[in-house]
């Protein structure tokens, strides 16, 4: 199939481009992602949409792996957002919903 052969020569052009790691080059790889028809678009992340139909689909296109599970992972070893999740989850056990706190009352 001449569209496939098409698609994967564009695809090998592409990740040698990307590990040149040049500005121009990149925008190459962005254009040619964009003419094979944006492949395997990825769900978008909130605040990040125009990233995430750009550049994050067209790494893992290429086949590396999902930036997106950095940010999951640096999540999980932040202290201090799990200490806020810990906070949210214990208000969630503790407190009646519809019903009216003074800040008082919650510290």
């Known amino acids: 199939n001449l569209g496939h052969q098409r698609d994967v020569l ?11 790691k040049k500005a121009g080059k990149a925008r190459t790889v962005l254009r040619a992602y964009h003419a094979a028809g944006r492949p395997g678009q990825l769900p978008r992340l909130a605040s990040y949409e125009q990233w995430s139909d750009t550049v994050r689909s067209t790494l893992v296109w290429l086949g590396h792996e ?12 932040d202290p201090e957002a799990l200490a806020v999740r810990e906070f949210y989850a214990h208000w969630q056990e503790v407190l009646t919903l519809n019903t009216g706190y003074t800040a008082v009352a919650l510290i």
């Open 10 to 20: 564009i695809k090998v052009e592409c990740e040698r481009l990307f590990e040149e």
């Open 66 to 77: 999902d930036p997106a599970k950095t940010m999951d992972t640096a999540r999980e070893g």
